[in-house]
Nanobody, 122 residues
Framework: VQLQAYGGGSVQAGGSLRLSCTGS????????VGWFRQTPGKEREWVAA????????FYANFVKGRFTGSRDDAKSTVYLQMNSLEPGDTAVYYC????????????????WGRGTQVTVSS
């Protein structure tokens, strides 16, 4: 499956963005999708992971209550709604996919999309 993440941008603190991750080549419905973010000089950091089927989403502690994951398999797209954004959320956000369950470990995802930049100003 080929992935493409988009929807990033520049917002002020407290603002919102919705990231989308679209799959092509194979139906994204079969894949667990993870979201990661990375800032220069730091390792990729897990943000959330959305299951197949009903789309139950697991979250890193630092985004609980602010971010919401969902999926629309008819559109082969997984979403990450980000509210109450903080300057610390500034990063390049990536989506990744695997078929064998949700994971918070980047090296367990074989499929990656290009990142999308999110910039939050104070």
């Amino acid at each position: 499956v080929q992935l493409q993440a988009y929807g990033g941008g520049s917002v002020q603190a407290g603002g919102s963005l919705r990231l989308s991750c679209t799959g092509s080549g194979r139906a994204l419905s079969s894949y667990y999708v993870g979201w990661f973010r990375q800032t220069p000089g730091k390792e990729r950091e897990w943000v959330a992971a959305t299951n197949t089927g009903g789309g139950y989403t697991f979250y890193a502690n630092f985004v609980k209550g602010r971010f919401t994951g969902s999926r629309d398999d008819a559109k082969s797209t997984v979403y990450l709604q980000m509210n109450s954004l903080e300057p610390g959320d500034t990063a390049v956000y990536y989506c990744a996919a695997r078929t064998t369950g949700s994971s918070s470990y980047a090296n367990e995802y074989p499929h990656w999309g290009r990142g999308t930049q999110v910039t939050v100003s104070s």
